[in-house]
């Protein structure tokens, strides 16, 4: 077969926040037409940043409450696309200093990855970030107000994946992202 998919139309079914449910039909490589139905969105950003000297780095982690699941989960410093337009560098870095309280001299964008694509056209960007300077942070929301900073060595948090302590989609692939990138770049 030499067809492919195709985008026959699409229609909003709802709409909150930052997100859309869509609902679009499409037809396959044979023809046949389908409907699906996935939630539009302006995607996330995550940082990996880190402190300290290599051996010795220290990777910012946030712990905060996810309502969907009814726990308190570790993470990277990381937010929704939600201002239209902003390039995902300037998001990083906004999220980087409201979540943990701090901006980066350096921020080098290491990937990025579609978080669930059965479901959502959302597409996560991420950074490493180096060189930080503390300012105040700038939270929004219960969640956020009551998250917590933790620190681990970069190491340690490596360790967490395997352990299962950390299961944040955005946060395992970060610090396996940055860890390639120091094997390639050291």
């Known amino acids: 077969m030499t067809a492919?998919?195709?985008?026959?139309?699409?229609?909003?079914?709802?709409?909150?926040?930052?997100?859309?449910?869509?609902?679009?039909?499409?037809s396959d490589p044979s023809g046949e037409k389908f409907t699906r139905t996935f939630v539009d969105s302006p995607g996330?950003?995550?940082?990996?940043?880190?402190?300290?000297?290599?051996?010795?780095?220290?990777?910012?982690?946030?712990?905060?409450?996810?309502p969907p699941l009814d726990i308190k989960t570790l993470e990277l410093p990381a937010g929704m696309r939600?201002?239209?337009?902003?390039?995902?560098?300037?998001?990083?870095?906004?999220?980087l200093e409201?979540?943990?309280?701090?901006?980066?001299?350096?921020?080098?964008q290491i990937g990025?990855?579609?978080?669930?694509?059965?479901?959502?056209?959302?597409?996560?960007?991420?950074?490493?970030a180096v060189d930080l300077r503390p300012t105040k942070t700038d939270r929004h929301g219960p969640e956020e107000q009551f998250m917590t900073i933790e620190t681990p060595l970069f190491s340690e948090a490596l360790e967490m994946?395997?352990?299962?302590e950390i299961t944040d989609g955005k946060t395992v692939i970060g610090l396996l992202q940055v860890a390639q990138y120091f094997k390639q770049h050291l």
């Open 82 to 95: 939600d201002q239209a337009g902003e390039d995902p560098r300037l998001t990083a870095r906004r999220e």
């Open 44 to 66: 996330a950003v995550g940082v990996v940043a880190l402190i300290g000297e290599h051996g010795a780095r220290r990777v910012i982690l946030v712990r905060q409450y996810r």
């Open 161 to 164: 994946i395997n352990s299962g």
């Open 112 to 128: 990025s990855h579609v978080s669930a694509p059965g479901i959502s056209n959302s597409l996560v960007h991420l950074f490493l």
């Open 98 to 108: 409201e979540e943990a309280g701090f901006t980066a001299e350096t921020m080098v």
């Open 4 to 26: 492919d998919f195709k985008l026959i139309k699409q229609k909003l079914v709802h709409q909150w926040a930052s997100w859309s449910l869509v609902q679009a039909d499409f």
